[in-house]
């Protein structure tokens, strides 16, 4: 067996079990925020991850708000922001979210440490 068949046939129950997780934890919260929001409008401070890209790109929120990024994907993803300080996700499983609460005004650009780079978007966070 090669080695790509092998991670394919490795890949599936991994890939079953977060699909699984992700069902049981729609179910928990029907898809709301499960904190209360901190600022008006933070229920709407979603960043959607799909397909090895943030959605969108370039989010802009208000300081104090609540910040959700929602890894789509069947693998995990990071949100870490470039500056290698102001926030990181660390691994974002597969059907798993990362909240960061904003309270610092900026522009902050970030990338996806396991996907580098090309895997990147911006978080504005106004004053
Ligand atoms: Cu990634």
């Known amino acids: 067996m090669n080695k790509k068949n092998f ?16 069902c049981s934890k729609s179910n928990s919260n029907n898809g ?5 929001a901190p600022s008006p409008g933070a229920t709407g401070n979603i960043i959607a991850i ?28 990071t949100a870490t922001s470039n500056d290698g300080s102001s926030f ?5 499983a597969g059907g798993a979210s990362y ?3 904003a309270n610092t005004a900026g522009t902050f650009k970030y990338h996806c440490t396991i ?8 978080l504005i966070v106004n004053p």
């Open 7 to 22: 991670f394919r046939l490795a890949a599936l129950p991994i890939i079953s079990l977060s699909m699984g997780l992700s």
């Open 32 to 36: 709301y925020t499960p904190t209360p």
């Open 50 to 77: 799909a397909n090895m890209s943030f959605s969108p790109a370039s989010k802009t929120v208000a300081k104090g708000a609540s910040v959700k990024w929602t890894n789509n994907d069947a693998y995990p993803h």
């Open 88 to 92: 990181d996700s660390g691994n974002i």
């Open 99 to 101: 909240v960061y609460v």
């Open 115 to 122: 996907h580098g780079t090309t895997m990147s978007g911006t």
